[in-house]
């Protein structure tokens, strides 16, 4: 269930639709930070394939981790960012995806234009069906960070403020490296940046001698399919809440009958209670 409300300031509205990104700080206290990694340490330890995501010796992760270990569970529905997200896209919402990422230090004498990955949407083949023109906002990821990164190339996911809006690729100068109006969050461990899919983004070099260690929970509308799970195992649907099974794609009342509103939805109980929207204008 979802224990509290933060209200979204019309400052914060309007920056997620002007720039595509918030920053939230303390979004996970210590104890929280504490379990996530240990389960994250544990996973990577592993010689598992399953749902692994490993692009090179220094960006390792896996998707769906939510349902790798009962730890990552709670980050679906975070007391300080999921009112956020309901309060941008609405109440009909659904999970997209769960990565946990670990992106290691680069070895010495990596040149500093190095991008793990590189400058890039998110959406799967939303931009291959419907081209970066016809690109409307369908979801967005919440970016939990949970290790240091209050110095410069420390491996944080760099974003292009406004690319969110753009209808074509984002524009990078002959010679250079990023976009012209590129930001590199500085973040400490508990904080979480909400980017839209459509925010280009990139992955920062990692020059400390730190591993940086994230999990990205991603929303999006129910009428999508999820990016990382078709149908989540029974064994893990048994450990949710009502809201979590409701998050995660399930129907979770027994009515029989069409229902062109989409029947019932735990996350309007919720709404109604804070005077929250349930419908966004989505831009």
Known sequence: MINGY???????????????????????????????IEAGDRLIATEERFNRYQTSEFYDG???????????????????????V???????LQLSTSHLIYRYPDPPGTSDSIRRPGWHRDGGRTQLDLGQDNYPRLG??????????????????MLAPGSNRLTERVEIADGETDPANALEPLLNPGDCVIFEYRTWHAGAPNFTD????????????????????????????????????????EEVDDTQEFQPGGGYNPLNEWCQLHGVEQNRDGM
């Open 86 to 92: 309901i309060q941008l896209l609405g109440s009909n």
């Open 62 to 84: 896996f998707r769906n981790c939510i349902a790798m270990d009962d730890a990552f569970i709670p980050l679906l529905t975070n007391d300080v960012t999921l009112p956020l």
């Open 6 to 36: 933060t209200k979204l300031t019309d400052e914060q509205r309007q920056q997620f639709r002007d720039e595509g990104y918030l920053i939230v700080r303390n979004a996970l206290d210590d104890d929280r930070i504490d379990r996530l």
């Open 210 to 249: 730190r591993t940086r260690k994230c999990v990205m929970i991603g929303y999006c509308y129910r009428w999508l399919k999820p990016m990382d799970f078709v149908k989540q195992e029974l064994s893990f649907l048994d450990k949710l809440s009502e809201i979590e099974k409701y998050l995660v794609g």
């Open 140 to 157: 967005l990821k919440c970016a939990f960070y949970l290790t240091d990164l209050r110095e410069p190339n420390s491996g944080v996911t």
